[in-house]
C-alpha cells in the first residue's frame, strides 16, 4: 500500500465547476499535510498547507480528519488556469529527519 | 538568485556512464532536498539534508546515487554506472525552518540511453 494515495483522475471539469480531491495516508504518525499544485513538465509549488480545524484560501478549501487520515482539496468556482496536477503530501519528523512523502497526484483539466 | 537552480536543464547518457547533477540553494536555505519524478509518476524522496547534521539518505534506491552538500550551500547528486531506469526528472528543493516554505527547483531532465 501506498503511504499517501490520491485518486490519478483525470477529473475534466467545466469552467465553473466545483471540484473535490481526496487523498488518504497510511501512517498515523505523520504531522503535517500539504497541497503542491504541479503544472505539466513543470516543478511543483505549494499550494496551502492544511490545517485540523480546515483552512480556506480564496476558492481553496483544505480539510484534514486525522482520526480517518484523510485530506481533501476543494475548488470552487474553477478556472482554466486551475489545470493542473495537485499533490497531496504528507510530512513525517523523526527527530532531525523530516521527510515529505509526495501522493502521485490527481490530474485536473477545467475545460472551457 | 532568486530562486532554486539546478543544472544541467537537461542531460542525456549512454547507459554505464556517471552523472553529475547540480542545485544551487535559495541563499540562506538550511534545508535541501533531492527527489526523482518518473513520468506520470509522483515524486520519490530520495535524499535530505539540514544544515551540519549527516544527511537522511533514507530514500537513495541503490549505492549508485551519492549526494554531498559543501559548505551547507552548493548540492551535487552523482549516479554512477547509469541505468535505464534511472530516466526521470530530478528534482532538488531547499526550505527555511518551516518545510512548508519548501522551493522547488526546475529539474534536471535526465536520460538513460
Known amino acids: 500500500r501506498k503511504e499517501v494515495e490520491q485518486d490519478p483522475g483525470p477529473f475534466n471539469v467545466p469552467e465553473g465547476a466545483t471540484v473535490a480531491f481526496n487523498c488518504t495516508y497510511s501512517?498515523?504518525?505523520?504531522?503535517?499535510f500539504f497541497w503542491y499544485r504541479q503544472d505539466c513538465r513543470k516543478e511543483p509549488k505549494l499550494l496551502m498547507s492544511?490545517?485540523?480545524s480546515g483552512n480556506e484560501d480564496g476558492r481553496f478549501t483544505a480539510q484534514l480528519n486525522r482520526a480517518s487520515q484523510y485530506i481533501s482539496l476543494l475548488i470552487r468556482d474553477s478556472k482554466l488556469s486551475d489545470s493542473a496536477t495537485y499533490l497531496c503530501?504528507?510530512?513525517?519528523?523523526?527527530?532531525?529527519?523530516?521527510?515529505?512523502?509526495f501522493g502521485s497526484g490527481t490530474q485536473l483539466t477545467v475545460l472551457p | 538568485g532568486a530562486g532554486v537552480s539546478q543544472s544541467p536543464s537537461n542531460k542525456v547518457t549512454e547507459k554505464g556512464k556517471d552523472v553529475e547533477l547540480r542545485c544551487d540553494p535559495i541563499?540562506?536555505?538550511?534545508?535541501l532536498y533531492w527527489y526523482r519524478q518518473s513520468l506520470g509518476q509522483g515524486l520519490e524522496f530520495l535524499i535530505y539534508?539540514?544544515?551540519?547534521?549527516?544527511?537522511?539518505k533514507s530514500g537513495l534506491p541503490s549505492d549508485r546515487f551519492s549526494a554531498e552538500r559543501t559548505g551547507g550551500s552548493v548540492s551535487t547528486l552523482t549516479i554512477q554506472r547509469t541505468q535505464q531506469e534511472d530516466s526521470a526528472v530530478y528534482l532538488c528543493?531547499?526550505?527555511?525552518?518551516?518545510?512548508?516554505?519548501?522551493?522547488f527547483g526546475p529539474g534536471t531532465r535526465l536520460t538513460v540511453l
Open positions: 503530501v504528507v510530512l513525517i519528523s523523526s527527530g532531525s529527519a523530516r521527510q515529505l512523502t
Open positions: 528543493a531547499t526550505g527555511g525552518r518551516r518545510v512548508n516554505e519548501q522551493f
Open positions: 541563499s540562506g536555505h538550511t534545508a
Open positions: 501512517n498515523s504518525a505523520s504531522q503535517s
Open positions: 539534508f539540514q544544515g551540519n547534521s549527516a544527511p537522511d
Open positions: 492544511v490545517y485540523s
